[in-house]
C-alpha cells in the first residue's frame, strides 16, 4: 500500500484520541505497528502473532473512567492486515456525583483486512453514568469481530444501581453510508431522570448483571450466514441470547444477557471461536468457487 494512501490519525485538538494504532502488514507477511501513540491512560502492551496477524492487550493505568473523562480511541487495519486488540482487565467506571463519561472508539478496516476488538467488560460502580460510541467502517473484502459487554457492581455488597448507560455502534461503509446502528439506553436508578427505570442491566424476568454483544461485520453474504448459524447454535446453550442478520448485508450480531462476568466472558469466548472455524469454512467453500482468498487470522495461525 502506497504510504500516502494510509489513513491518517486524527487532527490534533480536543477529539485526538488517547489511543492511536495503526496495523500494516509488511512484504514479509508479517504485521506491525506502523503508528503507534498511547497517551495516559493507556500503555499498549508488546506485539503478539505478529508473523501471522498482529495482536496486542491495552492496559490502563488509571483505574477506570471517572467522571467527566472522554477517553477515545482509534484503530485501523490497512489493506491485508489482521489485527486483534484486548484488554487486559475489566473497565471500572466509578461512581459519580453530576457528570457522565464518555468512551469513543473507531475502528476501520481497509480492504482485506481484519480486526478483532474483544475489550473485557465495562463495569458500572453505582451511581456510574457512562455513554459509550463505537464507530465501525468497513471496506470491501473486510472483517470485524466487535465486542462489547457492560456489568453492575456495588463494591460494598449492597444493591445499589448505576445510574445510566447510553451504548451505540455505527457501522460504516468505506463511503460513509451508515450500514447498521445498535443503541440502547438502561437506567439503573429511579432516582435518576432517565425515563423507563430498569433493576440493573435487567432481563425480561431474571436480573441478568451482565449485557454483552458480539458483532460480526462481513460484506460478503456467505460469511455472514455462516457467522448467523454459529452465533444461532450458541445462543440456544446459552441463560438469553438471540442473532439475527444485520441490515444492508453487513454481518451478523448477537446479543446475550448472563448472571456474572465470568459466564459472559465464557460464552463469548466460544462464540468468537465458533464464528472463526464456521467463517473459515465459508472462506474455504468460496475460495474453491474460484474467489480470491481473504486473509484469516485462525488460518494463518494454523500454518504459522
Known amino acids: 500500500m502506497r504510504i500516502d494512501a494510509m489513513p491518517q490519525p486524527p487532527q490534533s485538538g480536543v477529539n485526538e484520541p488517547q489511543l492511536d494504532l495503526c496495523f500494516t502488514r509488511g512484504p514479509s507477511g508479517a504485521v506491525y505497528l506502523s503508528r503507534q501513540r498511547a497517551g495516559y491512560p493507556f500503555h499498549v502492551g508488546r506485539m503478539l502473532d505478529a508473523a501471522s496477524g498482529g495482536r496486542v492487550i491495552v492496559q490502563s493505568t488509571s483505574g477506570g473512567l471517572f467522571e467527566g473523562e472522554d477517553v477515545a480511541q482509534h484503530v485501523v487495519a490497512t489493506q491485508g ?25 473507531r475502528l476501520e478496516a481497509m480492504p482485506g483486512a481484519q480486526i478483532e476488538w474483544l475489550p473485557q467488560p465495562s463495569i458500572l460502580f453505582p451511581g456510574a453514568r457512562l455513554v459509550s460510541h463505537i464507530d465501525a467502517v468497513l471496506h470491501p473484502g473486510a472483517r470485524m469481530l466487535l465486542m462489547d459487554s457492560y456489568m453492575s457492581h456495588d463494591p460494598s455488597g449492597g ?8 451504548a ?58 455462516a457467522a448467523l448459524h454459529a452465533l444461532e447454535t450458541l445462543a440456544r446453550h446459552t441463560c438469553y441470547a438471540g442473532a ?43 475460495q474453491g468457487a474460484g474467489n480470491a482468498p481473504i486473509p484469516n487470522i485462525a488460518r494463518d495461525k494454523e500454518r504459522a
Open 244 to 286: 439475527s442478520l444485520l441490515p444492508n448485508g453487513c454481518g451478523a450480531f448477537m446479543r446475550l444477557l448472563a448472571v456474572d462476568g465470568q459466564t459472559m466472558r465464557a460464552a463469548m469466548q466460544q462464540a468468537v471461536e465458533a464464528v472463526r472455524e464456521r467463517m473459515m469454512e465459508a472462506l474455504t467453500s468460496t
Open 81 to 105: 492486515a489482521q489485527a486483534r486488540v484486548e484488554t487486559a482487565a475489566a473497565t471500572i467506571v466509578h461512581s459519580m456525583t453530576h457528570g457522565m463519561a464518555r468512551s469513543r472508539v
Open 168 to 225: 451505540s455502534i455505527d457501522v460504516r461503509s468505506a463511503a460513509g453510508r451508515l450500514l447498521a446502528r445498535d443503541a440502547f439506553r438502561l437506567a439503573g436508578s429511579a432516582s435518576r431522570p432517565s425515563g423507563a427505570v430498569l433493576r440493573p442491566l435487567g432481563g425480561v424476568r431474571a436480573p441478568f448483571a451482565v449485557h454483552g454483544g458480539l458483532m460480526v461485520l462481513t460484506l460478503d453474504a456467505h460469511e455472514a450466514t
Open 159 to 166: 444493591a445499589q444501581p448505576f445510574g445510566v448507560l447510553e
